[in-house]
């Protein structure tokens, strides 16, 4: 794994640039059919079209360095040297980024160490793009991963990256950093970020990706939860955990990345209670989890139940039954239907859950808050929303906002509330059904663009108020108006209307003009 040597970091990082070895370059690199494939984890559609390259001599230094570190294959010192001037092939392996091969002693092949690609993001303030450092994935090495493996940038990191409210603050804690991506994203509006981890593999890693990237203001502690800040306090948590819910068998395998080494849902669960304990009064945490539905109770309340004493959102993305579940975790180590520990492990997995009656797991988005010194919780959400899989960048703004309109909320009356004038978001479409030849619709619903992606099937009157929203008027002059159009009581309409505008404002239809 990568050292640490700041000389030979900073000339890796003037040969990435000169190399332009961005996203969007490697992307160029091979055609859209074989970027599939590879999202796909099949790499020999690209690794055909990158060798037609090398065979020719038209292969660029980006192209060599993903062929070595994208998708894991062997090159020449030779190469290496010309894609990595400053730094070379000997001051690669040096670094711990690759190796000469023995098995080819009258060579000069060179076999990666690690993987190292770009990754691109965009967030609050602005676009930016970074090199990440991880183990060499299952592509790469063709056998299921080791137990000390280090991921790099996955579906998950982006997920959570995306929902960090990136409104600048003083202390961050990272719980869990992995390769250190949420302790990066942190560092962009947190003036200290502290990145814990169990695995001290990992913390190396992170402290690697900081330093090639200039970000000096991480301090990286070694530890389980949140043991190494015992007593410390923070204005944001953010975490990735190790929640995956594996059986606790010796013959199963657990990954440090995933596998938290507690039985069932557990982790999340002691993760939240450490939240409580470490959040500023108005600091608040950001972290995905999984939580267990145990016989046809609802998973939700258990969460409920472990968050008492915070403000709380939770949003249930996706819902595996047992079977499913087992499937995604077996294959995501590495193994596959077919190999001999497969179904071995398969039942295990599934004499576990129905040893503890789990019939399905929930998997999720928690943004929990401590509230203001000696005040009470006011937010408690807990709710399932469909969602596209896509993380688009300013979602973690839609959260912030959404904390805000529920805290101007809970200050305001009915009767203040009728007083406001409001807009529709700018993302919010109508969509109407109705049958061949008639004009009333039977179904309207507003789709949100942005945000979570919302669907809200509504009625013609809540509609009416939502199309009405340009500023001009407040909400109890448009609801009144709408009263007399539909000839239905004044004070009745209202009082049906108002609380669904406080939903409206909440998950971002609505907004203040």
Known sequence: MPTLDADLIAALRADLAAADFTVDTVRGLWSESAGGALTRSRRVP??????????????????????????????????????????????????????????????????????????????????????????????????????????????????????????????????????????????????????????????EYAAFNARLNGIEHI?????????????ELFDQIVSNPPFVITPRIADVPEYEYRDGGFRGDELVQRVIAGVRDHLVPGGVAQLLGNWE???GADGLDRVRGWAAGLDAWVVERELQDAPRYAETWIRDGGTRAGDPEYDRWYAEWLDDFTARGVEYVGFGYLTLRAPAAGAAPTLARFEQVETSGTNPAGIGEHVAQALTAHDAMSRLTDAALAELRL???????????????????????????????RALQV???????????????????IADAIAALFEVDECELRADLLPRVRELLFTGFLELA
């Open 46 to 203: 690209a690794q055909r079209e990158l060798a037609a390259q090398r065979e020719t001599g038209e292969l660029p230094p980006a192209g060599t360095l993903a062929w070595l570190f994208v998708l894991g294959l062997p090159t020449t010192g030779t190469e290496l040297d010309a894609a990595l001037p400053e730094l070379a092939a000997d001051g690669a392996a040096a670094l711990g980024l690759v190796e000469l091969d023995d098995s080819h002693p009258a060579s000069d092949v060179i076999t990666p160490l690690v993987d190292l690609r770009p990754y691109a993001f965009a967030d609050a303030r602005g676009a930016a793009e970074w090199w990440i450092a991880s183990d060499l994935g299952e592509l790469a090495l063709g056998h299921a991963l080791g137990a000390d493996h280090v991921l790099g940038v996955g579906g998950a990191s982006t997920t959570l990256s995306s929902l960090i409210i990136g409104r600048s603050v003083d202390r961050v804690l990272d719980l869990g950093a992995g390769c250190g991506i949420q302790a990066l994203h942190a560092a962009r509006h947190a003036r200290h970020v502290i990145a814990t981890d169990i695995s001290a593999r990992a913390l």
């Open 423 to 453: 807009k529709a978001a700018g993302d919010v479409t109508e969509e109407r059904h109705s049958w061949p030849g008639d004009e009333a619709p039977i179904v309207i619903t507003l789709h949100q663009g942005a945000g979570f992606g």
């Open 293 to 295: 539905y145990h016989e």
């Open 219 to 231: 301090e990286f502690r070694l530890g389980s939860l949140f043991e190494p800040v015992a007593g």
């Open 459 to 477: 009625d013609p009157a809540l509609s009416g108020l939502v199309g009405a929203c340009d500023g001009e008027l407040t909400v109890g002059q």
